[in-house]
């Protein structure tokens, strides 16, 4: 758990970009859009929830994400209280686009390594993807018997 803080300093971006219109956005909108789908509707509220924000402190990020263009608020059919959000294609378009790490940065950081030991780092890192992949498999798996 020491190094991953490490590598992420050295790799990650503090903004995104609109690859169109050279916007900029701020890591947490950018982190609202990675949680959003241009297909599924999510709750206002179950978004901050999830964030782990006041429904008034999403509600000010999706503000400007909206004016930005990249989601929309419809209101729920069922229940017209409820808002829910859904990513615009200029919204997909820069959660497409972005990624937490600067590939550029990455490819640097690889590079300041022996080809041996850029060998056995990327193989470690596949082995902590697979596990990751089930890990997220599994917490999948449990949260569909709990809705059971």
């Known amino acids: 758990m020491a190094a991953y803080p490490r590598i992420y300093l050295a790799c990650h971006l503090e903004h995104r970009e609109d690859p169109v219109t050279r916007d900029v956005?701020?890591?947490?909108?950018g982190s609202v859009l990675d949680h959003l789908d241009a297909v599924e509707p999510m709750g206002l509220l179950d978004l901050a929830k999830h964030m782990g924000v006041t429904a008034s402190t999403m509600s000010l990020t999706v503000d400007r994400l909206e004016r930005g263009g990249y989601l929309t608020r419809k209101r729920d059919a069922a229940d017209g209280r409820r808002v829910r959000?859904?990513?615009?294609?200029?919204?997909?378009?820069?959660?497409?686009a972005s990624s937490v790490l600067d590939v550029s940065r990455v490819r640097g950081l690889l590079q300041r390594l022996k080809p041996q030991e850029r060998e056995r780092a990327l193989a470690g890192l596949e082995l902590l993807a697979a596990a990751g992949a089930l890990e997220v498999e599994s917490r999948q798996g449990k949260g569909k018997r709990g809705r059971k």
């Not at 956005?25 to 909108?29: K, L, P, T």
């Not at 959000?85 to 497409?96: E, F, M, N, P, S």
């Open 25 to 29: 956005i701020s890591a947490h909108q």
């Open 85 to 96: 959000l859904i990513l615009t294609d200029a919204g997909v378009r820069v959660k497409q």
